[in-house]
């Protein structure tokens, strides 16, 4: 655990299915999920041991291994073959990994009383290249051989028995085969995994079974299954359609003869009340939806009414196929039918009478709804942005404490939509970093997990789904891979995006965030309005840096003077902070970069370009980037030293 936490922000959550051990458990296993990537542990994962001896690799101990975030593993597991994920164990001196499942897998030493050999079976716990006698395969690691006749097996095939009676397959016995017959698929007929080498077959029925299935079978008949009144029978080989979910993709169902219902396996203990990160309320599994036109509210797609999918009892028209309600990073695997429906969301305001609240940052006063803004320049104290022309609260008292109408109204408590965490509201007066938009922000921000996370009042009021003026035909969720994106607007990397699943569209937070309209100095009459992109020939200038303007990705321009302007020309990198004079009680501020001489800036050591400038302890920066490069080198000094 203590190791995870180098590289993960980790909370307790439940987990689906792990990226440590890549497995899937059940509906209610406890893990941890990591804040910035949503990477999810089991608890037993996370709390692997540092150390471990292991029979496969007996010369040296084994060593737990964390890749951290944005990092991939390299190689593959020593025994499976599998991938590597975010934990392995490993030996430096060989360069020997294993996985976490195969690490806690029972090794067994010999084979007694096999079936296909009269003599004792031993383990060779070496990477050595031998012939298999059974199945005649080579293959380069860990036979079971034996000493007195000096012949080779691979484990599956010293395990096998000539011929099984199978639960699943009561009609005719199954026989071991150590070549996949022609006229088979070459998956099993249960799991629909590849065969490899050893499996059982029924050369009558066409059925075959790979040696997990051979040894674990499935239950046969199913006493009280959560999807269904009465009990359910096994029936593989069946061509159906589930009447859980709709599809047809796995030839073996569970039966009800009584009401001819036919279910897949994966389907039977679907969860009955869930939460989704697509919809504000909770959604209840419907075995039947009702005649209508139902579409998907994930994929978009059209919903089969006759079979079962999920529905809000608050909102009539919204619906959920039943695997994309229970997809990873849509729902967050806890069932809620025995909780109470209790929502998390505060208010942050009272309302005295119409048109007049009592916000909980400015208690003392009340505040007065406004339409029009008839000054010049009046700021956000919430998002330290300048108030133009959208309504807002004003201090009946106090003419500088003002409010955007919509940042009044923000709850006080909410659960945020990315990190699926409690988040609250507070009114600060110095600058703090935003975990999402990966930029500086003033005023109001949301915190949650014990402060380890930040978000300023733009980003932690995301919701989803989130629909934006750039991309009109599609709504836009939060897409939680751990790979990089390219954001559509600017065409910067970014891990945080919120994506469109139909047009391949990503946007990252900080591009989702920009103001529609703009002052700016050098149109003084107008307001700049950003544009999101154009096909166009014709070539565009920026008006501030006199460089080409990219009209594919988003810009400002002038609906009346057609000028145009980039985005970062036009802004900064510190456009969520208020500009103030130079202070020397104030350790941080922002200054208008509009001196006759442009003053050097300490990361990059060149004149400062962009419209504003940070200075720091008497330091000046003129980005982002170059804070974040003094920030790194403090940091490699400090960690060298």
């Known amino acids: 655990m203590e190791i995870l936490q180098k590289y993960y922000m980790l909370q307790i959550t439940p987990v689906l299915r792990c990226n440590g051990c890549n497995l899937v458990k059940d509906y209610f296993s406890v893990g941890y999920r990591c804040f910035r990537s949503g ?6 994962c996370a709390e692997s041991s540092l150390e471990i001896s292991n029979l496969y690799h007996p010369q040296h101990s084994l060593h ?3 890749v951290a975030e944005k990092e991939d593993a390299h190689g593959e597991c020593k025994i499976c073959r599998g991938k590597l994920l975010k934990m392995y164990y490993y030996c430096s001196i060989c360069d020997f ?7 806690k897998k029972e090794v067994i030493i010999t084979v007694e009383g096999s079936k296909i050999h009269e003599h004792l079976l031993s383990l060779v716990p070496e990477m050595i290249k031998f012939t298999c006698h059974l199945c005649g395969l080579v293959d380069d690691r860990f036979p079971y051989v034996c000493n007195i006749c000096d012949l080779s097996f691979h484990k599956d095939c010293a395990e096998s028995t000539p011929e099984i009676n199978y639960s699943c397959h009561p009609k005719h016995p199954l026989k071991c085969l150590m070549r996949i017959p022609s006229y088979t698929d070459g998956k099993c007929s249960l799991c629909r995994n590849t065969l490899h080498i050893v499996c059982y077959h029924c050369s009558i029925c066409n059925f075959s079974v790979d040696v997990n299935c051979a040894k674990n079978p499935p239950l046969f008949t199913l006493a009280n299954p959560k999807a269904h009144e009465h009990p359910l029978v096994l029936m593989p080989q069946r061509s159906f359609v589930c009447n859980a979910c709709g599809m047809d993709d796995d030839p073996n169902p569970y039966v009800c003869r009584e009401c001819n219902f036919m279910i897949h396996r994966n389907c039977v203990n679907i969860p009955r009340i869930i939460k989704v990160s697509r919809h504000v309320h909770r959604i209840y599994y419907n075995q039947c939806l009702g005649a209508g036109d139902w579409k998907c509210g994930v994929c978009r797609k059209e919903i089969n009414w006759t079979c079962g999918a999920y529905s809000c009892l608050k909102c009539p028209d919204f619906a959920i196929h039943l695997r994309c309600a229970t997809k990873h990073g849509i729902w967050d695997g806890i069932e809620l039918e025995e909780t109470s429906e209790d929502t998390i969301d505060v208010k942050s305001y009272e309302v005295i009478e119409k048109g007049v609240i009592r916000h909980f940052s400015h208690e003392e006063h009340t505040l007065k709804l406004k339409e029009i803004s008839s000054e010049h320049c009046m700021w956000c104290k919430a998002c330290s942005y300048p108030i133009f022309s959208s309504p ?6 106090c003419n500088d404490f003002i409010l955007h109408e919509k940042c009044a109204y923000l709850p006080k408590k909410k659960i945020d939509s990315f990190y699926k965490m409690v988040m609250t509201l507070l009114p600060l007066d ?9 930029n500086f922000s003033q005023g109001f921000l949301y915190k949650g997990g014990n402060e380890e996370i930040w978000l300023d009042v733009r980003c932690g009021s995301i919701s989803e789904p989130f629909v934006h003026e750039s991309h009109p035909l599609h709504s836009l969720y939060i897409n939680y891979s751990t790979g990089d994106k390219f954001c559509s607007a600017c065409g910067d990397k970014a891990t945080m995006v919120l994506s469109c699943d139909e047009c391949g569209f990503f946007l990252d937070y900080k591009c989702a965030m ?18 999101y992109g154009e096909q166009t020939s014709e070539q565009y200038w920026c008006e501030i840096c006199e460089q080409v303007v990219n009209p594919e990705k988003w810009f400002y321009s002038c609906n009346y003077c057609g000028i145009t302007f980039h985005v970062r020309c036009t802004l900064g990198d510190f456009i969520w902070i208020k500009l103030k004079g130079e202070s020397k009680s104030s350790e941080i501020y922002m200054i208008f970069n509009n001196h006759i001489n442009r003053p050097i800036c300490y990361g990059c050591k060149s004149r400062c370009q962009l419209p504003t400038i940070m200075k720091l302890y008497g330091y000046t920066f003129c980005s982002l980037p170059c804070f974040k490069w003094m920030v790194a080198n403090l940091v490699g000094k400090k960690s060298s030293s």
């Open 97 to 103: 990994a294993i996985d976490l499942t195969c690490a």
């Open 64 to 66: 737990i291994k964390v």
């Open 392 to 397: 807002f609260y004003r201090c009946m008292e």
């Open 39 to 44: 990477i999810v542990f089991h608890k037993e």
């Open 514 to 531: 920009l103001p529609k309209m703009v002052k700016h100095k050098n149109d003084k009459d107008h307001f700049l309005f950003l544009c």
């Open 430 to 438: 110095g600058v703090r970093f935003c975990d999402a938009c990966q």
